[in-house]
């Protein structure tokens, strides 16, 4: 269960974006009862809406009592079969399939949407996932008028959301199917990861992953658009993008970083990755370039960190990767630093780095951080 | 991701046990058996991606937490350490009521 003061950015905006739309389909996305009449009819409107939910990156699926090969086959010959995640049909309870559909996408409930035309479906979700949102069947044209399904960013990343997600699942089977350690298997995906600094395209992906990384976000503080815009061109600060891609294609943009340099001492002051990327150690791969960057240019890190039920394992990796608690292992390096007031919870890791291999499974192109002094930006 | 491979523990399971359940945990997920004394993260090794993996996996198959500086990837080098670790965390604290 996520406690209401553990996420506080995502329960702030009362209505958070939908992520992922579940479908019913008959008598919702199609007009009849595949399995009584036969012949089914799409109504053009409700195409309207899958095409252009997909374009703004909100995932949809299905959750649908039939059988399975049946529907899909239809959904095939809609040429929609393509726009769906993760599909659930079957004949269980709706609310296990949609929880299901959440837990593989590793969405919180919130985010979640459902639309059913028949209100025992929709009590029946409701009762058992309070936190997903149903919607009756008429409200399909009107959908996407509605500001939950309105992300207030349109990216090159929300356009190809869905593609990415499938190529993910291609990659987890063939994971799954792999034999042999882990590290092997992720050498074979022939993994590139990018750190750049943002620009100001750049910017708005940064904002949609600090509003979509909740699970990641290690300082649980939100940086919004406005205030990464003022950083980019502070020379004391570093704003960093982090993109990722493989054999299967782009990951898209998956981390953000900002760092503040002060004498000795860089502050990472928000470090978020994607959850779509924990799995590639992408965490740890960015914690070993910062060390080994750090150790370089001859000055300790100081990170703040905000443990939420979701980053787990964000702390883990800092730990991993050496840091240690100011309060119990004080370091005279973090004397500059500002006081933390009126931020519960937020602690301080501290690491004297050495150099070290950044990572054993993927190439990692980034910029160097100590010939900074014409400022940021310059290139 | 849902692991609902955890095996049924004994309230109190013994060193013996704690050892022979961590080395197979660790051979069914890399599928090569490993001793107790062996560097899991030397050469050739785990990654320390799968040093979270297996956090997550003592934590919830002992019901501990490993917190702060216990969290060094020391503590997780070889199987015989996590033994040390879990085998410390388990044993109830009296008196400390808040870490």
Known sequence: ??????????????????????WDLDDTLWQGTLLEDGAVHLPEEVRKVVIELDSRGILQSVASRNDHEHAWARLEGFGLAEYFVLPEIGWGAKSDSV?????????????????????????EVAFHLP??????????PALPDLAEFTPSTSTVDSRRRRQMYQAGFRREAERAAARGPDEEFLRSLDLRMRIGRATGEELSRVEELTLRTSQMNATGVHYPDTVLRGLISDPGHEVLVVTLTDRF????????????????????????TSCRVVAYGAGATLLNWLAD???????????????????RMMEIAYRFAGFEGVVENPCPCTAGLEAVVDQPGLQRLHLAPGPRTVSTVMSVDAPDLIEQEGGPGAR | MTTDSTPDTPDSPDINDLEKELLGFLEGHTGTPWDADTDLFGAGGLSSLFAMQVVVHLEKTYAIAVRGADLRLDNFRTVRRMVELVDRLRVPATGDLHG
Request: charged letters at 25%; glycine letters at 6%.
């Open chain 1, 293 to 311: 960057a750090a150790a370089r240019s001859g000055v300790h890190l100081v990170a703040d960190f905000r443990a939420t039920e979701r980053n």
């Open chain 1, 131 to 140: 936190d997903v949102r149903c919607y009756p069947a008429e409200q399909v």
């Open chain 1, 249 to 272: 294609g782009p990951h898209g943009a998956v981390g953000v970083l900002l760092l503040e340099r002060h004498p000795g001492l860089w502050h990472l002051k928000l470090l978020a």
């Open chain 1, 1 to 22: 269960m996520t406690g209401p003061a553990d996420d506080e950015p995502r329960k702030a905006e009362n209505a958070a974006t939908v992520k992922c739309l579940v």
């Open chain 1, 99 to 123: 929880r299901r559909i959440a837990d593989r996408l590793n969405f919180a409930h919130t985010t979640i949407a459902f639309v059913d035309d028949r209100p025992a479906e929709r009590a």
